[in-house]
């Protein structure tokens, strides 16, 4: 019978044993849960290496229970059928690179209270999520960013963590508080806190230095802030509201801006140690005032105004120099361009007048010349003529052009023969012998 009993005991605990191994590779990079057996099995790995997806289909509920760490991102989006989701929680997860919850319509509770180790938190278009609690209320170190976006939550009294690089709570109308966190906007980092209509009271407590970017924007019911241990401004704080009190007791130094925008009368705007003719040289400020401002108040609107009227006094003096300016260079250059006119004018004029000098004389010197002189200069017809001694003609022939070359006959010899009395040519009488048609040359000429 004893032998039995331990049977039964071997038998039970090797089957325990296989209950326990996964059915899932805990290090398989990428799980995505789509049913309640992949969420049994996820529940075995106590470590997964990898990102887990999911993308549950007709389930209103998923409770991760058993693993505590996942090395990548848990994330859940919408599917065709997912959107039944109500409820995720984890009470075992402590570590995720990133919690990533996005548009699921029926979520209204979030629940992760053992969480110690994040790095990326993502909740956006959660319309029906009114109860969110992530880590037990202490504070989460080395977060990075932080995006809630279009929840339905009414605090987020738990995100208490400093974030590094981005921090944005956006368009949640049912939110009414929420606290600031961590002691620095840190150079690089961003800070928002916009369109969150119901929003009545941010606790900035934890606030010491802005040296990033840091906006808020909120609706009527946020009426006063207050910064009881922000020292410095080294980058930009911007404050749009319908505020009537802002303080800042312990704000000494200011290297940044400072931009107040406020639609209500500010009757108590406190920079403590900082005041008008100290640290704060530039700043702006918004506001309806009244007659009631509390004296600091009344001296801040007071160098405001004298700040805005010296301005406007350099801005009058700067316009009018300008326009002094432009006056004497449209006068310069009108002078110039006349100039320029009349240099033209008398360029030309000269240049005719050139012109006719150099013809008129060419005229007169024609005029000189005479008529011999006009015969024989060079170009002329008359050139041919000899002025001293010409030959003529006798019997009243005409005087004919000589040829380039002599007339030869078969002798090969000349057939003219020129006398050398003065109006005179014979031709003398054929010699007997000799060749046929030859001339004898007299022998005086």
């Given amino acids: 019978m004893q032998l039995s009993w331990l049977a039964v005991a071997s038998v039970l605990i090797q089957f325990s044993k296989i209950l326990a191994t996964p059915d899932v590779d805990c290090a398989a990079g990428t799980f995505i849960v789509r049913s309640i057996?992949?969420?049994?099995?996820?529940?075995?790995?106590?470590?997964?290496?990898?990102?887990?997806?999911?993308?549950?289909?007709?389930?209103?509920?998923?409770?991760?229970?058993?693993?505590?760490?996942?090395?990548?991102?848990?994330?859940?989006?919408?599917?065709?059928?997912?959107?039944?989701?109500?409820?995720?929680?984890?009470?075992?997860?402590?570590?995720?690179?990133?919690?990533?919850?996005?548009?699921?319509?029926?979520?209204?509770?979030?629940?992760?209270?053992?969480?110690?180790?994040?790095?990326?938190?993502?909740?956006?278009?959660?319309?029906?999520?009114?109860?969110?609690?992530?880590?037990?209320?202490?504070?989460i170190p080395n977060v990075k960013s932080v995006m809630i976006v279009e929840t339905a939550l009414k605090s987020i009294a738990w995100l208490n963590w400093p974030v590094s690089e981005t921090f944005d709570v956006q368009s949640n109308p049912n939110l009414t508080s929420m606290v600031v966190p961590g002691p620095a906007v840190a150079k690089d980092s961003s800070l928002y806190i916009h369109n969150n209509a119901a929003l009545a009271n941010i606790d900035a407590q934890t606030l010491v230095n802005v040296?990033?970017?840091?906006?808020?924007?909120?609706?009527?019911?946020?009426k006063e802030l207050h910064f009881p241990h922000l020292e410095a401004i080294t980058g930009t704080l911007s404050l749009n509201g319908q505020f009537e009190n802002?303080?800042?007791?312990?704000?000494?130094?200011?290297?940044?801006?400072?931009?107040?925008?406020?639609?209500?009368?500010?009757?108590?705007?406190?920079?403590?140690?900082?005041?008008?003719?100290?640290?704060?040289?530039?700043?702006?400020?918004?506001?309806?005032?009244?007659?009631?401002?509390?004296?600091?108040?009344?001296?801040?609107?007071?160098?405001?105004?004298?700040?805005?009227?010296?301005?406007?006094?350099?801005t009058d003096t700067a316009a009018k120099s300008h326009a002094a300016s432009s006056n004497s260079s449209q006068v310069l250059i009108a002078a110039l361009t006349s100039v320029g006119a009349f240099l033209l004018t008398m360029c030309f004029l000269a240049?005719?007048?050139?012109?006719?000098?150099?013809?008129k004389k060419a005229q007169d010197a024609d005029g000189n010349v005479t008529q011999d002189e006009k015969r024989y200069t060079i170009g002329s017809v008359q050139e041919l003529w000899c002025p001293k001694e010409m030959l003529e003609m006798p019997n009243g022939k005409e005087m004919q052009e000589l040829p380039n070359q002599c007339t030869q006959e078969s002798g090969g010899q000349s057939i003219y023969e020129l006398e050398t009395k003065q109006h005179e040519a014979k031709q003398k009488p054929k010699p007997n012998t000799g060749p046929l048609n030859s001339f004898k040359f007299p022998s005086k000429l």
């Fill in 351 to 359: 240049y005719l007048f050139r012109r006719w000098y150099r013809k």
């Fill in 211 to 222: 040296s990033g970017f840091m906006s808020l924007s909120s609706g009527a019911p946020l």
């Fill in 37 to 139: 057996e992949d969420v049994v099995n996820i529940n075995k790995c106590p470590i997964f290496i990898g990102n887990v997806i999911l993308m549950a289909d007709d389930m209103s509920d998923i409770v991760l229970n058993g693993t505590t760490v996942i090395s990548g991102e848990l994330r859940a989006y919408p599917t065709e059928r997912s959107s039944l989701l109500k409820s995720l929680s984890s009470p075992t997860l402590r570590s995720v690179s990133s919690l990533a919850i996005e548009g699921l319509p029926n979520l209204a509770i979030l629940s992760f209270p053992a969480m110690t180790k994040l790095a990326h938190l993502r909740l956006v278009a959660l319309r029906q999520l009114r109860e969110c609690t992530i880590s037990n209320g202490s504070p």
């Fill in 246 to 314: 802002i303080t800042m007791p312990a704000y000494r130094i200011y290297e940044g801006r400072l931009d107040v925008n406020s639609t209500r009368n500010i009757t108590d705007f406190c920079f403590g140690d900082a005041g008008v003719g100290n640290e704060v040289q530039t700043y702006k400020c918004n506001s309806f005032w009244t007659d009631e401002l509390s004296p600091w108040a009344k001296a801040l609107a007071n160098e405001t105004a004298n700040a805005n009227t010296t301005v406007q006094d350099a």
